[in-house]
């Protein structure tokens, strides 16, 4: 799959970088890979390179935001992004049960997405919401709290009839 950069996304990626001091282009690597993700659902590793070229930097400069930050995806995803906490706090608090859960009800391993292309689940790092536990979020928006199975269930069937 190839990405290029259309004038509708070189306007939207210079909005972002007007927003820094001149020179200081990189600061806007963040919000230039958010747009990507907008328009293409994941980032890839050809828009990664558009993103270096056009903000002067190198592209594992790139990969490494795209990489540290669990908010891009670097794979297709699926319409529901469902990231489960598995940090310790909410380990300790059945954050690896609601992820298990989560899988078997899906019928997909961790970072899989389900047959119908509906849902990808994914254990995340610490959301911040840690007495809350087990948390999680679903597609980098709407964060959840108290997440027992029950709930997960109620949140599988809400979304399922949504569609």
């Known amino acids: 799959m190839s990405f ?3 004038p509708e996304l070189r306007a939207r990626f210079e909005r972002e970088v007007a927003k820094y001091p001149a020179g200081q282009q990189a600061s806007a690597v963040m919000a230039c890979l ?6 293409q659902g994941w980032v890839s590793q050809q828009a990664e390179q558009v993103v270096a070229e056009y903000l002067g930097m190198p592209q594992i400069a790139v990969h490494e935001v795209t990489t540290f930050y669990n908010m891009y995806n670097q794979q297709p995803v699926g319409r529901y992004k469902l990231n489960v906490c598995t940090n310790l706090p909410c380990a ?5 049960k609601a992820l298990e859960h989560l899988c078997g009800r899906l019928g997909v391993e961790p970072y899989g997405t389900s047959a119908d292309g509906r ?3 994914q254990p995340c790092e610490c959301l911040g919401a ?5 948390v999680m979020l679903v597609n980098d928006r709407r964060m959840l709290s108290h997440m ?6 109620e949140l599988i069937d809400t ?3 949504a569609d």
Request: proline share 3%; net charge negative.
């Open 148 to 153: 027992s199975a029950e709930r997960l269930d």
């Open 92 to 96: 300790l608090r059945d954050g690896g």
């Open 34 to 39: 958010a747009i990507v993700q907008q328009v």
């Open 4 to 6: 290029e950069l259309t």
């Open 130 to 134: 840690c007495a809350d536990a087990p």
């Open 119 to 121: 849902f990808t689940v």
């Open 159 to 161: 979304l399922k009839a």
